[in-house]
């Protein structure tokens, strides 16, 4: 049975777009049917998925599969057009609970294969290129220094195309602090736009650290790695944007499972 939301409901969810309010409540929204089909089949918990009420019979077949505890709403074309993020929406949004929070020692210890580190990203639509590339090649855990663009921004979300939900990922993290611990654990590899080895398949439990697509990364991380990467090429192009140079590391470090 679908729900008409009350006007609360709404200005909650409207709130959503803000950090600030996705920390405090611990929701955010998910948008997209591969994003939201992605969420069912993850072992992320959605609390509620909203329908626009244009579009409802075309997700009547979907909408069967979901577990029958999760709330479904209907919305007008007005009060959908303040969640949505689309131009042209597909008509499908799932209200998302964050999960639980993860320490980065706990990371570390869990974690059974390699590990990618990211500072000071802050692009939402890079950082979710680059969820959807770790997803891809089986690499659970993503780690955000402090001063990356929050996980659960929409667009974050929406790049990702669901791989988010496959993940676990830490956030706020002080890489200075932990980057020493982290290379106690794992190989260290730095992404190095100058100069450093080719990528190559990784034998052993590898962290890639990457930086940002304007200013990379500072000399002082840098130094902590074991290995600097340099990707070569052969065009006159200034660089390949991170998301490129990532899914490159990403791929090489990970090619000799396949």
Known sequence: ?????????????????????RRREGLFLAEG??????LINST???RAIMI???KRHQWDTFLSTVDKSVDIYELSKKDWNTLTQDKESEGIIALVAMPRHIDIMEALIQGAGHMVLLYRISNPNNLGAILRTVHWFGIGTVVLSAGSVDFTNPKVVRAAMGGLFHLSVVQDVDFEKVLPRIREHFFLVGGNNREGVTPHACAQRTALLMGSESHGLPDTLIR?????????????GESLSLPQAAAIMIYECTKRGH
């Open 1 to 21: 049975m679908m729900r008409k939301p009350l006007r609360s409901q709404l200005r909650l969810w409207e709130k959503l777009s803000t950090v600030k309010y």
């Open 224 to 236: 902590l790695a074991h290995e600097q990467w340099h990707i070569p090429g052969a065009g006159k």
């Open 33 to 38: 049917y591969k994003v939201v089909n992605e």
């Open 52 to 54: 626009l009420g244009e």
């Open 44 to 46: 992320w918990e959605p």
